[in-house]
C-alpha cells in the first residue's frame, strides 16, 4: 500500500473505521467531516508515488483496515467510470480539478436512465449509503487531471472494488 503516512491522517481515519460499526447516520456524518478535514489538509497526498492511468483512471489505496478503504483516485482529462452502484458506504472528496457526478436511475436491473450531472470543485464532499440513491457516474470534466479522496465501507483485502452492479445508459 503507498499508504498516506502523517500520524494525524491515519490516526482520523482509524477513528472513522471503528465509527463505521455505529448507526448509518452516524457514520456518514463522521466520515463527511473526516473527508472534509482531509480535503482541507494542504500536501495531504505529498510524497505518495500516485499512480496515473492515460485516458483512464488509476485508484491508489492510501489506507486500510477492517472496515474501510481509502482510495485517492487520479482521473487522466475526460477519464469517466462506468455507470455503477456500491455494495458499501461509498463517501468522496474533490480535492483538484472538476469531477463531474450524474446520478442515474435504475429501470430494471442492467439498465439505467440519467437524471442529472453535476460538476463538483475541490472541497466538495458527498456520502452514500448502499441503501439509498447511490447510482452514478464519475467522469473529469476539466482540461487537466483531477484527484478525489474515496472512503468506502469494505475492507480492501475481501474486496476488489465498492461496486456492485455496472448500468448500460437506456435509450428513451
Ligand atoms: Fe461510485
Redesign the pocket.
Known sequence: MNALNDTNDTALLSRLGLASRATAEDYLEAARLTLEALAARPGLLDGLALKRTPGGYARNLVYGDDDISVWAMVWSVGAR?SI?D?HCS?CFAVLKGTVGESRFEAIDAKRAVLKSTTARGPGYVACMLPTGP?L?Q?TNLGDEEAISLHIYGFDHRLHAS??DREYELAAL
Open positions: 467510470t455503477h456500491h461509498c447511490n452514478h464519475m465498492s461496486i
